[in-house]
């Protein structure tokens, strides 16, 4: 007897992405050839030096910077930690003075606390409960000694879009550098760096349908930043490592496809289907976390009240998705995001993620919103 195979459903795109054909079809010939070193003066060299110089600039055209700007990482983590401890150690100052918000991603926090121990001093901003950090808290947080604002475009667990422009007028009317950790945006919504205001910006590969492992930080002309990795004079002088030229390709063809895909209009269609299906069947059984309108195209963030987001998705296995609280010995923790969000337990705990792509589809939807209907009546 042979059994139906159950269809999987993927929306957890904020997780990570697949690679996307076109990525994997530049990547292909770049396994063999050019196997050279890119620092090589020779004809080995030359057409890696070249690959990589493609792959730079097809960045710097979504992010609408100069080539010279954008250094290839290992992927946001990296990112995010050169931007925070790059412009610590260059500044040198004791007693340097770091603006960050509670609901960063902890590429940003944990290094936070480690120049915490090093003689930073760190203030940690609130967000209010739509999860956005107001500009007027930001101002009055400035002292002489700030070096650095790093405030996120986009929330990786709600999608709530940061007031980055405001921050940047800020920022720049007192001398101060701003990062912002972009891993959720790029190739999502608009990027430009000019248009931002940034003077740092991180990418993570792999949320762009690249391949994980590799990542990017634009650097404004005139920034200075200690190297995270000392060694010979790779990128620039800015990162020691011989350069990934299978991967800098890799990243350079997600950038040059995303273009097309910047504004998600598909996707924030389906998510406001998905959105309306859900009120449709559990009405204010439902309640949507992060902000109404100003969050990434792809982004849903719901709690079924009074339910445990773990449960549901434990009964609808087909679908891979993401909770905003961990359940420890039957209680629940909210997530430290919900938590800044002052997201009350009870609906904190049913909080789910549903992040879409590019491949996501109406039939999708529906079958998700009708196997919720099931798994929430079953735990009634």
């Keep these: 007897m042979t059994t ?25 010939p770049v396994m063999t050839e050019p196997f050279g070193n890119p620092s090589s003066q020779h004809w080995a060299g030359f057409p890696a030096r070249e690959a990589v110089d493609k792959a730079r600039g097809q960045v710097a055209a979504l992010l609408g910077c100069t080539p010279s700007e954008v250094i290839f990482t290992s992927g946001g983590s990296e990112s995010n930690n050169h931007a925070l401890k790059g412009v610590f150690f260059s500044q040198g100052r004791p007693g340097a003075h770091i603006i960050t918000t509670q609901v960063e991603h902890p590429a940003i926090l944990s290094p ?14 609130p967000v209010d409960r739509l999860g956005r950090v107001d500009p007027d808290d930001v101002q009055k947080a400035l002292t002489p000694r700030t070096i650095l604002i790093s405030v996120m475009h986009a929330n990786n667990e709600v999608g709530t879009l940061q007031p980055i422009c405001d921050i940047s007028r800020i920022a720049h009317e007192r001398g101060v550098l701003l990062h912002t950790d972009a891993a959720q945006s790029v190739g999502k919504i608009p990027t430009r760096v000019d248009q931002l205001g940034v003077d740092l910006l991180s990418v993570a590969g792999h949320k762009l349908y690249a ?13 200075r930043l200690e190297p995270l990795i000392h060694g010979a004079g790779h ?9 990934n030229i299978l991967l800098d390709v890799g990243l350079g ?11 998600m209009e598909p996707a924030r269609q389906l998510r406001d289907l998905f959105w309306e299906l859900l009120q449709e069947r559990f009405g204010n059984r439902v309640a949507l976390n992060g902000h109404p309108d100003e969050r990434l195209p792809n982004t849903l963030n719901v709690s079924f009240l009074n339910k445990a987001g773990t449960e549901i998705l434990d009964r609808i296995e087909s679908v891979a998705a993401s909770t905003g609280s961990a359940c420890h010995s039957g209680s629940v923790e909210l997530s430290p995001v919900l938590k800044a969000m002052n ?9 789910i993620r549903f992040s879409l792509g590019r491949t996501t589809t109406r039939d999708e939807i529906e079958t998700t919103v009708s ?7 079953r735990l009634a």
């Design 343 to 351: 997201i009350p337990p009870e609906i904190g705990m049913g909080a």
């Design 4 to 28: 139906v195979q159950e269809t999987h459903i993927y929306l957890d795109f904020n997780a990570t992405t697949p690679i996307a054909p076109e990525v994997a079809a530049a990547m292909s």
């Design 235 to 243: 990128e620039s002088g800015r990162r020691a490592g011989t350069e």
């Design 112 to 125: 936070c606390h480690f120049l915490e121990r090093l003689g930073a001093t760190v203030t940690y901003l």
């Design 253 to 263: 063809a997600a950038c040059a496809l995303a273009e097309s895909w910047v504004g």
């Design 371 to 377: 196997q919720l209907t099931d798994a929430v009546s």
């Design 211 to 223: 391949p994980k492992g590799i990542g990017a930080l634009y650097v404004r002309n005139g920034v």
